[in-house]
T-cell receptor, first 111, second 113 residues
Framework: GNSVTQMEGPVTLSEEAFLTINCTYT??????LFWYVQYPGEGLQLLLK?????DKGSNKGFEATYRKETTSFHLEKGSVQVSDSAVYFC??????????FGKGTRLHILP | DAGVTQSPTHLIKTRGQQVTLRCSPK?????VSWYQQALGQGPQFIFQ???????QRGNFPDRFSGHQFPNYSSELNVNALLLGDSALYLC????????????FGSGTQLSVL
């Protein structure tokens, strides 16, 4: 079946550090891949997406590349800010409208 | 422009009771999906409504049912509550023709005692 595995948190970094949150997936065919972010007290928001192999999604300084050979979609940012503190979810959509989410990674950025 | 609104924000029930959660989609949206997010887990798809019909369903028992009204708002009903139903229930709306662009509400936190 379809599933998403992402690194467990919490992840704690200092401001301006480099961020990587690992995500791998299991799916048949060619799923669409997403990163969602959940800020404290707010609803989930789509951060970025990629719909085919080698596509790079990007938004707000975050990037992730759809790697079919390694079934991965790692989230990266070159210089994190305190305002990036949130829970990040990797997710996929494969042939229907169900979005399958990973368990989430909580990110704390220290000033 | 109001986003997706859910009510109530918090709810406490006891085992065996029934609960109804409500969702108003983002203005202009016609499709509503519901997700359950247990503590420390990612959201899990419950079902999706469009044109007042259930279009897709996840792996949830029949105790979970829903409804969509002509104004596109939606309700999630859960009967015979179990302790394991305690979770954050998220509503997401979209346009049927752009279902990948989901907008989520802040959720209803349900506690079953």
């Amino acid at each position: 079946g379809n599933s998403v595995t992402q690194m467990e948190g919490p992840v704690t970094l200092s401001e301006e550090a480099f961020l990587t949150i690992n995500c791998t997936y299991t799916a048949t065919g060619y799923p669409s891949l997403f990163w969602y972010v959940q800020y404290p007290g707010e609803g989930l928001q789509l951060l970025l997406k990629a719909t085919k192999a080698d596509d790079k999604g990007s938004n707000k300084g975050f990037e992730a590349t759809y790697r079919k050979e390694t079934t991965s979609f790692h989230l990266e940012k070159g210089s994190v800010q305190v305002s990036d503190s949130a829970v990040y979810f990797c997710a996929l959509r494969n042939g229907d409208d169900k979005i399958i989410f990973g368990k989430g990674t909580r990110l704390h950025i220290l000033p | 422009d109001a986003g997706v609104t859910q009510s109530p924000t918090h709810l406490i029930k006891t085992r065996g009771q029934q609960v109804t959660l409500r969702c108003s989609p983002k203005s202009g949206h016609d499709t509503v999906s519901w997700y359950q997010q247990a503590l420390g887990q990612g959201p899990q798809f419950i079902f999706q409504y469009y044109e007042e019909e259930e279009r897709q369903r996840g792996n949830f028992p029949d105790r979970f049912s829903g409804h969509q009204f002509p104004n596109y708002s939606s309700e999630l009903n859960v009967n015979a509550l179990l302790l394991g139903d305690s979770a954050l229930y998220l509503c997401a709306s979209s346009l049927w023709g752009a279902r990948e662009k989901l907008f989520f509400g802040s959720g209803t936190q349900l506690s079953v005692l």
